[in-house]
């Protein structure tokens, strides 16, 4: 039975319904999580027996309710986050996530409204006032058995589904049933939006617990042919000695592995190493050779990586921001034990942190790439090095901020232009040198500067 409480609002929708000749069940994720003893916060409540006209009278008596949709009507309710809606039928008219005709019918019954779902476990309802489980296709019982399967062959009419079962399967440990698999091998993207295939990877990296069985489900399925980057390191094979994990394919899902037992539940920063764990070996399969002493090596593979990192990100999104933000971790992975090896100086770490932005990502992406080499150990020498050393010049979480201004150019008198910009540039590489700490260093610096190029 499920075991939490719903909240009052919900019980006051359903009792609301109730009155009105109703019935208002809770659906969906809330309910599969619910049975996972799993606390959510998102509630999607379907009202049986009501119109549409009349659902919409009734919940803006008791609540700010905004209608959204055009041709099927859901209602948000301000402040709250519950959406309310009638079961609905959909029809399959085109191509895509978006090729359907959507209506809603309250006099549905449950199994039909249930077939519509994706999966067994996501096809589960509950009577809030009864406490009632309605479970027409034996979602509770996959759960389980921790099993992901899928409601019906409709199914296949939304290609988006596939890359929920991959973050399905890493977020709750679930073994794919092998008709789900077939199933899923005969399903083509359709042209697929990136927004829409972002927020799937996105749930994978911000809640995948199983990683390396998230990206699996891809490569059985066949979809990891839609992200060629990923495809080409199956089977690319890497020094036994320092890799005894095996080929790229399976260190890269070992070290996100490790990545989600560490995460920090911060969503942005999780996201972006989580990305850069992702593509951070993305080089090795156009840089691995064999040398003449038989080593298996892949030279320069950070930097030739950066090509496929970013097609692949901008395969999944427009947003700059992230690109701009993954790609350095990526260049600069290696950097913290060549930085090591030779006993990098101060000046070395300043320009890491102008680079990579945090070090804090990096040494997270280090600490994973580590992790990914079992049964070697995860420990990263480099690593604490890097750490202590960012600290001590408070650049672990940002790269140094420029001491000098424009507005200290002006107050030397200084008209504004183009000059600006080459004179305030070489300020800050003086700066990441060492050759001022402080305001009152960087302006007698700047005297100099001045006086030197007059």
């Given at each position: 039975m499920i075991q939490l409480t719903p909240q009052e609002e919900t019980l006051k929708i359903a009792e609301t319904v109730r009155q009105a000749g109703g019935r208002a069940l809770f659906v969906g994720g809330w309910v599969r999580d619910a049975l996972l003893g799993i606390a959510s916060k998102d509630i999607d409540i379907e009202v049986y027996g009501l119109s549409s006209e009349a659902l919409e009278t009734l919940l803006n008596q008791h609540f700010r309710a905004d209608r959204v949709g055009k041709a099927f009507a859901v209602y948000k309710l301000k402040g709250l986050p519950i959406d309310v809606s009638l079961p609905r039928r959909e029809s399959k008219t085109g191509t895509g996530h978006k090729g359907f005709t959507v209506e809603g019918d309250p006099q549905m019954s449950f199994k039909e409204a249930a077939s519509r779902r994706d999966f067994t476990l996501n096809a589960v309802m509950w009577d809030p006032l009864s406490n009632e489980i309605i479970d027409p296709y034996d979602g509770q019982k996959d759960l389980e058995k921790r099993q992901l399967r899928h409601v019906s062959d409709k199914f296949s009419e939304d290609p988006l589904r596939v890359l929920r079962g991959m973050q399905f399967v890493a977020r709750f440990g679930l073994t794919p049933a092998p008709e789900t698999i077939t199933l899923c091998q005969n399903i083509e993207p359709e042209g697929l939006p990136k927004e829409r295939l972002f927020e799937e990877w996105k749930k994978l990296f911000l809640r995948g617990v199983d990683m390396t069985a998230g990206l699996n489900f891809l490569k059985d399925v066949g979809w990891v042919k839609y992200f060629p980057e990923l495809e080409a390191l199956i089977d690319c094979k890497q020094d036994p000695k320092w890799h005894p994990e095996g080929d790229v394919w399976t260190h890269t899902s070992h070290c996100l592995d490790t990545f989600a037992r560490n995460r920090i539940n911060d969503d942005w920063e999780d996201l972006i190493v989580g990305l850069a764990v992702l593509c951070h070996d993305f080089g090795k399969p156009m840089t691995t050779i064999v040398d003449e002493d038989g080593r298996i090596r892949s030279p320069k593979h950070e930097t030739v990586g950066l090509r496929?990192?970013?097609?692949?990100?901008?395969?999944?999104?427009?947003?700059?921001?992230?690109?701009?933000?993954?790609?350095?971790?990526?260049?600069?992975?290696?950097?913290?034990?060549?930085?090591?090896?030779?006993?990098?100086?101060?000046?070395?770490?300043?320009?890491?942190?102008?680079?990579?932005?945090r070090i804090d990502r990096l040494l997270r992406v280090v600490d994973a790439d580590m992790g990914g080499r079992p049964p070697l150990s995860a420990d990263s020498e480099a690593g604490t090095w890097l750490k202590k050393r960012a600290e001590d010049l408070a650049v672990k979480d940002a790269a140094p901020e420029p001491i000098i201004l424009g507005r200290h150019l002006i107050d030397h008198g200084l008209k504004p232009g183009t000059h600006f910009g080459e004179i305030l540039k070489t300020a800050y590489e003086a700066q990441l040198d060492g050759a001022f700490q402080d305001i009152e260093g960087a302006l007698a610096w700047l005297n100099t500067h001045l006086s030197e190029t007059a």
């Amino acid at each position: 039975m499920i075991q939490l409480t719903p909240q009052e609002e919900t019980l006051k929708i359903a009792e609301t319904v109730r009155q009105a000749g109703g019935r208002a069940l809770f659906v969906g994720g809330w309910v599969r999580d619910a049975l996972l003893g799993i606390a959510s916060k998102d509630i999607d409540i379907e009202v049986y027996g009501l119109s549409s006209e009349a659902l919409e009278t009734l919940l803006n008596q008791h609540f700010r309710a905004d209608r959204v949709g055009k041709a099927f009507a859901v209602y948000k309710l301000k402040g709250l986050p519950i959406d309310v809606s009638l079961p609905r039928r959909e029809s399959k008219t085109g191509t895509g996530h978006k090729g359907f005709t959507v209506e809603g019918d309250p006099q549905m019954s449950f199994k039909e409204a249930a077939s519509r779902r994706d999966f067994t476990l996501n096809a589960v309802m509950w009577d809030p006032l009864s406490n009632e489980i309605i479970d027409p296709y034996d979602g509770q019982k996959d759960l389980e058995k921790r099993q992901l399967r899928h409601v019906s062959d409709k199914f296949s009419e939304d290609p988006l589904r596939v890359l929920r079962g991959m973050q399905f399967v890493a977020r709750f440990g679930l073994t794919p049933a092998p008709e789900t698999i077939t199933l899923c091998q005969n399903i083509e993207p359709e042209g697929l939006p990136k927004e829409r295939l972002f927020e799937e990877w996105k749930k994978l990296f911000l809640r995948g617990v199983d990683m390396t069985a998230g990206l699996n489900f891809l490569k059985d399925v066949g979809w990891v042919k839609y992200f060629p980057e990923l495809e080409a390191l199956i089977d690319c094979k890497q020094d036994p000695k320092w890799h005894p994990e095996g080929d790229v394919w399976t260190h890269t899902s070992h070290c996100l592995d490790t990545f989600a037992r560490n995460r920090i539940n911060d969503d942005w920063e999780d996201l972006i190493v989580g990305l850069a764990v992702l593509c951070h070996d993305f080089g090795k399969p156009m840089t691995t050779i064999v040398d003449e002493d038989g080593r298996i090596r892949s030279p320069k593979h950070e930097t030739v990586g950066l090509r496929p990192a970013e097609s692949f990100l901008r395969r999944l999104t427009d947003e700059k921001a992230i690109i701009e933000e993954v790609l350095p971790l990526v260049e600069a992975h290696m950097r913290p034990n060549a930085l090591y090896k030779t006993d990098a100086g101060d000046a070395a770490i300043r320009r890491l942190a102008r680079l990579v932005k945090r070090i804090d990502r990096l040494l997270r992406v280090v600490d994973a790439d580590m992790g990914g080499r079992p049964p070697l150990s995860a420990d990263s020498e480099a690593g604490t090095w890097l750490k202590k050393r960012a600290e001590d010049l408070a650049v672990k979480d940002a790269a140094p901020e420029p001491i000098i201004l424009g507005r200290h150019l002006i107050d030397h008198g200084l008209k504004p232009g183009t000059h600006f910009g080459e004179i305030l540039k070489t300020a800050y590489e003086a700066q990441l040198d060492g050759a001022f700490q402080d305001i009152e260093g960087a302006l007698a610096w700047l005297n100099t500067h001045l006086s030197e190029t007059a």
